[in-house]
């Protein structure tokens, strides 16, 4: 699997952004799609997740009503819809891929080069 993260930017507080992640090569409805973020200095850390055939999600709580992941099957690619973000959002962000389930970034793969998000207080 090949992934390739695009939508970053820069906003002002209170501003939305859409991430996009196109992903390539095999896929199998138990893989589930993360997004994480890496600010400097910072560890990457968990935003949100989508299970690729049900559609389930799970978020972190900071994003929790904010944001906003879903996955479009037939263009084989997973959004990060991020609404009133706050300077605290910014980060660098990456997609990855898991087996299962799971918020720690060691347990995913394939990671994208990542898209930098900006937000300007």
């Known amino acids: 699997v090949q992934l390739q993260a695009s939508g970053g930017g820069s906003v002002q507080a209170g501003g939305s952004l859409r991430l996009s992640c196109a992903r390539s090569?095999?896929?199998?409805?138990?893989?589930?799609m993360g997004w994480f973020r890496q600010a400097p200095g910072q560890e990457r850390e968990f935003v949100a997740a989508?299970?690729?055939?049900?559609?389930?999600?799970y978020y972190t709580d900071s994003v929790k009503g904010r944001f906003t992941i879903s996955r479009d099957r037939a263009e084989n690619t997973v959004y990060l819809e991020m609404n009133s973000l706050k300077p605290e959002d910014t980060a660098v962000y990456y997609c990855?891929?898991?087996?299962?389930?799971?918020?720690?970034?060691?347990?995913?793969?394939?990671w994208g080069q990542g898209t930098q998000v900006t937000v300007s207080s």
């Open positions: 090569g095999r896929t199998f409805s138990s893989h589930v």
């Open positions: 990855a891929v898991a087996n299962s389930y799971s918020t720690t970034p060691d347990d995913y793969r394939s």
């Open positions: 989508v299970r690729w055939g049900s559609g389930m999600s």
